[in-house]
């Protein structure tokens, strides 16, 4: 998809900090980080987001699972703890419309999910 701002991420036509990619998958930086760390996962495939998914194989989805969890123990929050979250649609506003999983740690964070 060319006017995706993640796909543009993905091509390096707009600049991120990688923390991580493989065959399927790329994890970088957030811009705006809501926690001390801050990463989003995102398959390198556009696919816009949980509504479709059903349209996806369970090895890309299982694939961006796993790829959280290996961040996550990459940057030192296996004992610590953390959060992925992952937004669909406007209720949840969701603002980038390519499946993304944000992973939120290094601190405590709050005990509010909405
Ligand atoms: P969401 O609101 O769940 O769709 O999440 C989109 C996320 O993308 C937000 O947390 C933004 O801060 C983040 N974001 C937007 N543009 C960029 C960018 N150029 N590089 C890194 N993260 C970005
Ligand atoms: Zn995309």
Same mark, same amino acid.
């Not at 993905?10 to 998958?25: A, H, N, V």
């Given at each position: 998809?060319?006017?995706?701002?993640?796909?543009?991420?993905? !091509?390096?036509?707009?600049?991120?900090?990688?923390?991580?990619?493989?065959? #399927?998958?790329?994890?970088? /930086?957030?811009? %705006?980080? &809501?926690?001390?760390?801050?990463?989003?996962?995102?398959?390198?495939?556009?696919?816009?987001?949980? !509504?479709?998914?059903?349209?996806?194989?369970?090895?890309?989805?299982?694939? #961006?699972?796993?790829?959280? /969890?290996?961040? %996550?123990? &990459?940057?030192?929050?296996?004992?610590?703890?953390?959060?992925?979250?992952?937004?669909?649609?406007?209720?949840?506003?969701?603002?980038?419309?390519?499946?993304?999983?944000?992973? #939120?740690?290094?601190?405590?964070?709050?005990?509010?999910?909405?």
């Amino acid at each position: 998809m060319n006017d995706c701002l993640f796909c543009k991420i993905i !091509s390096g036509e707009i600049p991120s900090k990688k923390i991580y990619e493989d065959d #399927l998958t790329y994890a970088f /930086a957030d811009i %705006a980080p &809501q926690a001390p760390v801050h990463i989003l996962v995102i398959p390198k495939k556009h696919v816009t987001g949980w !509504s479709a998914v059903m349209g996806e194989s369970d090895e890309l989805l299982a694939h #961006l699972m796993r790829t959280a /969890a290996i961040v %996550a123990k &990459q940057e030192g929050l296996e004992e610590t703890g953390y959060r992925i979250v992952s937004n669909c649609g406007p209720d949840a506003r969701q603002t980038v419309p390519h499946f993304h999983l944000h992973i #939120l740690g290094g601190k405590e964070l709050s005990e509010k999910m909405a």
